[in-house]
């Protein structure tokens, strides 16, 4: 069968790419190897919305959300303190709202269900083997598992993950590198919605979104927790070589990180539905491949697009903006009649346009930062011994001043001037 476009992924940048293309009138077909959208795809939970109001007029009123988040708490962890920023924003509670969380099986169909409607077919159960070539080496279609299963398409958009066998197959994707990727793993544990209003402070329909720095058991990276609607998403995020070196698994990490003293109170009474673990692309732009060949475009995990930034994780709505921008791209090189890699090139334009590689290109650095070893060890350290002091009452002794309580610290934990002067520059400019 022949198309306009193949899209290999149906989720949130394939289903995106999809509904782009079947708007614009050109006939194209979602692979998903998985029964339906969603089925085997794994992330934390939370999803920003902002990149759907230009796609899903009003989408707030359809989207299967689990709870919108009014609340959004930053933790930096110690094995014993936990320094908190908390904000709580109504505003996040009414519409246009700003984040929510959902579950990905529901997410991810009702977004590949919007393509559908606008013409795009969906093909389940069906794994995109590798890339057909015409005379040219052109890329013009997909080999699938299927028999006689060849598609042919003017143009390929790869969204099949962190780990994308045809983007490695066109040589856009050089082998894996283990210091660009983490490990996410995360446990979804029951309990009653009435439960998790009353402990965290929550109205119906009300979430929060927990993201840590530490908590990892010695292991580079952060926990997570999620409320859904009657479950919480606990897990870690992790670097891969130092997950490795450790010799731990990702399962022991979670336990540690529900064990903390800022977490367990959280968990209490819930128990065990579902495990998951998931690569994630965490080098940031400096990683990105290239983003077109001839006939090929790639978007989402496939091209790198997770921004994690510390204060920032977020994949999904960078998945959705960039297939939205490789779809709208493509159906206008096959209507010119040219999807050369020129051709094609108003997808790289669109991106350095928006928000997608806008934010990368400036937090390019905050993955190697977050990561690092005095941010993930002294840092957090240093922070917690200052605030654990500040508020510490030292009757009859005077309180000693601020600056005295720093220096100590600094000394305490053997924080060199010139490293928390080069890493503060290194924030101040990634952060600016």
Known sequence: MTFDAVVVG???????????????????VMVERGPFPGSKNVYGGVVYGRILDEVIPRWWEEVPVQRWVVRRSTMIL??????????RSQAWGREPYNGMTVLRADFDSWLAGHAVDAGARLLTSTVATGLLRDASGRVCGVRTDRPDGDLRARVVIACDGVNSFLAKEAGLMARADAAHVTLGAKEVLALPAEVIEDRFGLGPHEGLDIEAVGGTSG????GFLYTNRDSLSVGVVVSLEELAAS???????IAGFKAHPAIAPYLKGAFLKEYSAHLIPEGGYSTMPPLAADGLLVAGDAAAM?????????????????????????????AAGDVSTA??????????????????????????????????????KVLGDIAEELFTVTNPEP???LLRIIWRSLRRHRVRGRDLLRDGLDTARTFR
């Open 343 to 380: 051709g094609l090139g108003s997808y790289r334009q669109a991106l350095e346009r928006s928000f997608v590689l806008r934010d990368h290109k400036r937090l390019r650095l905050a993955p190697q930062l977050v990561l690092s070893d005095r941010m993930q060890t002294q840092y957090t």
């Open 219 to 222: 292991v580079a990276g952060g």
């Open 10 to 28: 149906a989720g949130p940048a394939g289903s995106a790419a999809a509904l782009a293309l079947a708007r614009a009138g050109r006939s194209v």
């Open 78 to 87: 110690t094995d014993t303190q936990a320094v908190t920023l908390d904000l």
């Open 306 to 334: 997770t921004l994690a930034a510390g204060i920032w994780l977020e994949g999904v709505n960078f998945a959705i903006g960039a297939g939205l921008a490789a779809g709208r791209a493509a159906a206008e090189a096959v």
């Open 247 to 253: 010799r731990r698994r990702p399962e022991e990490l």
């Open 399 to 401: 309180k000693p001043g």
